[in-house]
C-alpha cells in the first residue's frame, strides 16, 4: 500500500516536471538554438537512415563528409545495393567500427532486393533490418514517418536524468527500462495520439507550424525563455499544443548536445531553475553508469614486403575488428614482439629465409583506441629479393592501394611513411 502511494507521488511529481519542460525545450527550439546539420528536418527515410547508421559511434563533426559523400554516390538505396562491396568500404574508409559498414551493405541489399526499395514505415519493421536497434529505429520512424518513438540516445538519457533526478543506472536493466518510459511519457505531453504525419493542430483545431511557440492554456505564449513557467503556475495546470514527435526528439537531442552537456552550460540553460540536479549540485554527477568496461590491449607488428615496386596485402575475412578491410602480412602478440619472434614468423609463418629479404626501416610504435580495445602497432618494411607467393595475399603496387579499404592506421603509414626513408 505505502509502496502503491510512493510511486503515485513520483509519477505526479514526474508528470509536472514534464510539463514544465516541454513546452519550455519547444520555445527554445523554436528560436536558432539547435545544431544546424544538413539531414534535420529530412524525411527520406533513406537519408534518415544512412544519417543514423554514420553517426553511431561517430562525432558530427566528423560523419558530416561521410554522410554527404555517400549521398553524392549512392543517391537512393538502389544505387547502394548494387554497389561493389570494395567500393563501399572505400567510401566509408576512416570512420571505424567497420561492422556498420557490412550491415548497411546488407540492409540496402534486402531493402532493394526483397522490399522494391521501399523503406519499412514501421517501428517493428525497422527494427528487423541488419544492423538497426532500437535506437536507430525509433529515429527513422519519428523523423521519416513521425510516429510517436522517443529517441533515446546519450544525449537524452544524461537530459531526463538531470531534469528528473534520476540516479538509476543507464545501463542496467532497470535504468533502461525506467528512461525508455520516461522518455515516451515525457515526448508525449501535449501531443496528440495520432501517428500519422497530419499537421500538428491547436487546441482551438487549427492547424500550427513547427515553429510556433508552444502556449499557456489561456492562450498566452510562454514570455521568458529563462522562466518557462510562471511563479503563479503549477507544472499540473499548464497545457502544451500538440507536437510532433520528429520536432521534440530533434529539440531533445540538440539540447543535450549544446547546453546539457557532459559538462554543463548551466548558466545559459532556459530550465536552471526549475532542475532539480542543478539545484542540488548534482548535474555532473548524472547520468550515472554502474559497469566500467576494461580496455583489452592488442599487439599488431605488420612485416610490410616489398618486391620491385608492389607490395603485399590480403583480406581480413575473420570475424574479428576491421573484417573486410586489407592489410599488410601481419604478427599479433599479446606484448611488444621481440626481434626472435619476428624472425620466426617471417621464416614459419610466410617460409622466409633470411637471405631472401632486407630490412629496410622500422617505424616507432603507434597505437589506435577502439571503444574497447587499445591496439599498438610497429611496422617493419622488408624488401624481398623477388616476388614470393604467399597464400591469401596479392601484390599490388603503391598506386593501386588507393583502391583499397583499409583501417585508418594502416591508411596513415602509407600516405606518410611508405615510400618515405626518413619517415
Avoid at 502503491?4 to 525545450?25: H, S
Avoid at 536524468?161 to 515525457?186: C, H, M, N, V, W
Avoid at 543535450?256 to 540553460?269: D, S
Avoid at 610466410?350 to 610497429?378: C, I, M, N
Wanted: net charge neutral; charged share 25%; proline share 6%.
Amino acid at each position: 500500500m505505502g509502496g502503491d502511494i510512493r510511486q503515485n507521488t513520483a509519477d505526479a511529481n514526474r508528470g509536472r516536471q514534464a510539463a514544465r519542460f516541454v513546452p519550455a525545450l519547444l520555445l527554445w527550439n523554436s528560436g536558432e538554438n539547435g545544431r544546424q546539420m544538413p539531414w534535420k528536418g529530412e524525411k527520406d527515410p533513406y537519408r534518415i537512415w544512412l544519417s543514423e547508421v554514420i553517426l553511431q559511434q561517430t562525432r558530427v563533426e566528423q560523419g558530416l563528409k561521410y554522410y554527404e559523400a555517400f549521398i553524392r554516390t549512392y543517391p537512393d538505396v538502389h544505387a547502394l545495393a548494387a554497389a561493389p562491396e570494395q567500393e563501399v568500404y572505400k567510401l566509408w574508409e576512416g570512420l571505424g567500427y567497420y561492422s556498420r559498414c557490412r550491415n548497411l551493405i546488407a540492409a540496402a541489399r534486402h531493402i532493394s532486393h526483397n522490399l522494391g526499395g521501399r523503406f519499412p514505415d514501421t517501428y517493428e519493421s525497422i527494427l528487423q533490418l541488419k544492423g538497426v536497434g532500437a535506437y536507430t529505429a525509433a529515429a527513422i520512424a519519428s523523423f521519416a514517418y513521425d510516429l510517436p518513438c522517443a529517441v533515446l540516445d546519450g544525449n537524452v538519457f544524461r537530459v531526463l536524468s538531470r531534469i528528473y533526478d534520476e540516479d538509476t543506472p543507464i545501463d542496467s536493466t532497470e535504468g533502461k527500462k525506467l528512461f525508455t518510459d520516461l522518455a515516451q511519457k515525457t515526448m508525449g505531453i501535449g501531443r496528440q495520439p495520432t501517428t500519422d504525419n497530419r499537421q500538428p493542430m491547436t487546441e482551438e483545431g487549427s492547424p500550427i507550424s513547427d515553429n510556433r511557440p508552444p502556449m499557456t492554456e489561456e492562450g498566452s505564449q510562454l514570455r521568458d525563455h529563462r522562466q518557462p513557467v510562471g511563479e503563479d503556475r503549477t507544472g499540473d495546470r499548464l497545457s502544451v499544443v500538440s507536437h510532433r514527435s520528429s520536432v521534440y526528439n530533434q529539440a531533445l537531442m540538440d539540447f543535450g548536445a549544446t547546453i546539457c552537456k557532459p559538462v554543463p552550460e548551466c548558466g545559459r540553460c532556459f530550465f536552471n531553475r526549475y532542475c532539480p540536479a542543478y539545484r542540488g549540485g548534482r548535474q555532473q554527477l548524472l547520468p550515472v553508469k554502474a559497469k566500467k568496461t576494461g580496455v583489452k590491449e592488442r599487439w599488431f607488428h605488420y612485416l610490410v614486403m616489398k618486391a620491385g615496386e608492389e607490395y603485399a596485402i590480403r583480406q581480413r575475412t575473420g570475424k574479428d575488428i576491421w573484417q573486410n578491410l586489407y592489410e599488410f602480412p601481419m604478427l599479433e602478440t599479446g606484448k611488444p614482439a621481440s626481434a626472435q619472434q619476428v624472425k620466426a614468423c617471417l621464416e614459419e609463418q610466410y617460409a622466409l629465409e633470411p637471405w631472401e629479404y632486407t630490412t629496410v626501416k622500422k617505424s616507432g610504435r603507434v597505437s589506435q583506441r577502439l571503444s574497447h580495445r587499445l591496439v599498438h602497432f610497429d611496422f617493419t618494411v622488408l624488401q624481398l629479393a623477388k616476388e614470393k607467393e604467399l597464400p591469401g595475399f596479392e601484390w599490388v603496387n603503391k598506386g593501386g592501394l588507393e583502391q583499397y579499404p583499409f583501417p585508418r592506421t594502416l591508411k596513415q603509414f602509407i600516405v606518410n611513411q611508405l615510400d618515405d626513408p626518413d619517415g
